[in-house]
């Protein structure tokens, strides 16, 4: 049994269980379900008021950040794109929630959360060298550690602090 993200119950049983024990099973735990529902819609108050944190309802807000992650992520990419060898074809950025930065191997295209100004210089820098690292190696294999180990020593800590700033983030809200 689960909560998603909308406060839905779901419930996972064998085939052919009958419908009375899954229900019974639910009524069991109808206090686990009223807290954990509780805990699920405070968690996703806190990431959307983390979120809201970096406006960007108008076309001037939209333009402000575009312009203020071209200025920060541009010379950190052409920095390390000469270092590793690599170059992507095109870097570009959106309002993406769910990721700090997505790497398309297939045509070299690079693009950033505009959520990034809600970090650290240097936590920015972490997301930037890891899909620098993506055009040499797509996947979260060994290698793709060894370059990130290479070309930013510092990314098993700069990711930690990331997690924790977002969650310092939502702890003051509470």
Known sequence: ????????????????????????????????????????YESQKRRANFYNKLPLK?????????????????PM????????G?????????????RWGVCKVNDKSICFSAYLLLLPEWCVEHVVVHELCHLLEPSHNARFHALMDKYFPRWKEARKATRQ??????????
């Open 58 to 74: 108008t076309r001037e807000q939209a333009d402000d950040a575009q312009r203020r992650l071209k200025a920060l992520i541009e």
């Open 86 to 98: 690599v170059k992507p074809s095109v870097v570009y950025y959106k309002a993406m929630i769910s």
């Open 77 to 84: 990419v052409e920095r390390h794109s000469k270092e590793m």
């Open 165 to 174: 700033i977002c969650k310092m983030e939502e702890d003051e809200d509470d």
């Open 1 to 40: 049994m689960r909560i998603v993200k909308n406060g839905d119950v779901h419930v996972s049983a064998l085939i052919g269980m009958p419908k009375k024990e899954v229900e019974r099973f639910i009524e069991e735990h109808r206090d686990w379900i009223t807290e954990a529902r509780k805990k699920t």
